[in-house]
């Protein structure tokens, strides 16, 4: 099982709030990921690090921010939520040393955000 | 650019029996292609992966996919379902250190 934790696992918010969502891997990996998943719905990547002061935007739009200041640590902020944030939020992590793209990522258990 | 279609958005099959998840593809380069399942409230979990060696992969739980490069297509199977198997599936193409792209998932359901 991957060592790759995430909390909450279960967040309900009023409009307006500033959140923090934090995930932690203790695997040593220099890549990181947090994906969005609607209920019934695929995972879309929304940020991604390569390691400790790189981050990136990923293919969905976010108002989310995120940091990378330790290898283990990859927290994801939203400033002001909204209940347009309602999701899941999935973290990731991988080793990322091989070029073609063919490491397995591994996923923590996922927060579920409710925006009232 | 990549993506990934599952055919199927629901899969319902009686225990003891097999299971077939169909996956197709579209990558511009040679792709990497996963299957993961995800159990309610929990994580995805890696069953398996192709990464252009063998293009029968055998992965966790009894489960294996095929890579048919002629179809386009990475098909999940298993000879016997189980109930513990009943979860949502999503097959994966990566081409290089492009993000990984999610197909919408499949929910396979195992009827006792």
């Known amino acids: 099982e991957a060592d790759i934790y995430q909390t909450p696992r279960y967040l309900v918010i009023g409009t307006g709030k500033k959140i923090t969502l934090e995930c932690s891997q203790t695997m040593g990996h220099d890549k990181m990921y947090w994906y969005q998943q609607d209920p019934g719905m695929e995972l879309h990547l929304i940020h991604y690090?390569?390691?400790?002061?790189?981050?990136e935007k990923g293919d969905l739009s976010s108002e989310s921010t995120v940091s990378r200041i330790r290898t283990e640590h990859f927290p994801l902020t939203l400033e002001s939520a909204r209940p347009s944030h309602t999701s899941q939020y999935l973290c990731a992590s991988s080793v990322g040393l091989d070029p073609r793209g063919t490491d397995t990522q591994y996923f923590g258990p996922g927060t579920r955000l409710t925006v009232l | 650019a990549q993506s990934v279609t599952q055919l199927d958005s629901h899969v319902s099959v009686s225990e003891g029996t097999p299971v077939l998840l169909r996956c197709n593809y579209s990558?511009?380069?040679?792709?990497?292609l996963f299957w993961y399942v995800q159990h309610p409230n929990k994580g995805l979990q890696l069953l398996l992966k192709?990464?252009?060696?063998?293009?029968l992969v055998k992965g966790i739980n009894g489960f294996e996919a095929e890579f048919k490069k002629s179809e386009t297509s990475f098909h999940l199977t298993k000879p016997s379902a189980h109930m513990s198997d009943a979860a949502e599936y999503f097959c994966v193409v990566r081409s290089g250190n492009t993000p990984l792209v999610f197909g919408k998932g499949t929910r396979l359901s195992v009827i006792a």
């Open positions: 192709y990464t252009s060696a063998a293009t």
């Open positions: 690090s390569y390691g400790v002061n790189s981050t």
């Open positions: 990558s511009s380069y040679s792709p990497s």
